[in-house]
């Protein structure tokens, strides 16, 4: 069965220092791999969405880059945090059209 | 793209008791996914649902693709049935990419 894990599970962060969030997904091969910001108030916001290694797509202009050095790993970046990227950031993997998702790092940025 | 609305925005129960929650959206869609938020931050599938009914347990789900709406009934309510709940269904760009609503928050009491 698949598997997706996301880390640090929680992480605090001062304004202007890099970010680096890992996701890795086992048990299934050439997925789509997605980035999710959930900020308070509920809603999610799609981020980045990768169809393969190396390719990144991105769906709103900001602070965040993505890569995907690996088939099963997808990276979300940042040089330099700002208190905006504060949040709730989640991984989910797709195939054809259900995603699904993993435990999420709660970023505070301070 | 594809716009998605929940209904209610809240919801209090009292345990054993059934609730409907509702799932508007603005063009047909070829997918449609529900989604539960536990507490603790993770967003576990509930159901795959592009058309007709499943159930699965004491929840099912009904989606009329033709007149744009999915519906999720929760029968006999219990505590651990808190959380938030959210639909999503295909952005129009592609790739696969999902468009959540703002999710119904619901709150079981014992």
């Known amino acids: 069965s698949q598997t997706i894990h996301q880390w640090p599970a929680t992480l605090v962060q001062p304004v202007g220092s890099p970010l680096s969030l890992e996701c890795t997904v086992e048990g299934t091969s050439n997925p789509n791999l997605y980035w999710y910001r959930q900020a308070a108030g509920r809603g999610l916001q799609l981020l980045f969405y990768?169809?393969?290694?190396?390719?990144i797509s991105s769906e709103v202009p900001q602070n965040l880059s993505a890569s995907r050095p690996q088939d099963r790993q997808f990276i979300l970046s940042s040089k330099k945090l700002l208190l905006s990227d504060s949040g709730f950031y989640l991984c989910?993997?797709?195939?054809?059209?259900?995603?699904?998702f993993g435990p999420g790092t709660r970023l505070t940025v301070t | 793209g594809i716009q998605v609305e929940q209904s209610p925005p809240d919801l209090i129960l009292q345990e054993g008791a059934n609730s409907t929650l509702r799932c508007n959206f603005s063009?047909?869609?070829?997918?449609l996914q529900w989604f539960h938020q536990n507490p603790w931050g993770q967003l576990i599938n509930l159901f795959y649902i592009p058309s007709g009914t499943k159930q699965n347990g004491r929840l099912s789900a009904t989606t009329v693709a033709t007149e744009r709406y999915s519906l999720l009934y929760i029968s006999s309510s219990q505590t651990t049935d808190s959380g938030v709940y959210f639909c999503?269904?295909?952005?129009?760009?592609?790739?696969?990419?999902?468009?959540f609503g703002k999710g119904t928050m619901l709150l079981v009491s014992p």
């Open positions: 063009d047909s869609v070829n997918n």
């Open positions: 990768s169809v393969g290694i190396g390719q």
């Open positions: 999503a269904g295909p952005t129009l760009s592609g790739y696969s990419t999902l468009t």
């Open positions: 989910a993997w797709g195939r054809g059209n259900e995603q699904y």
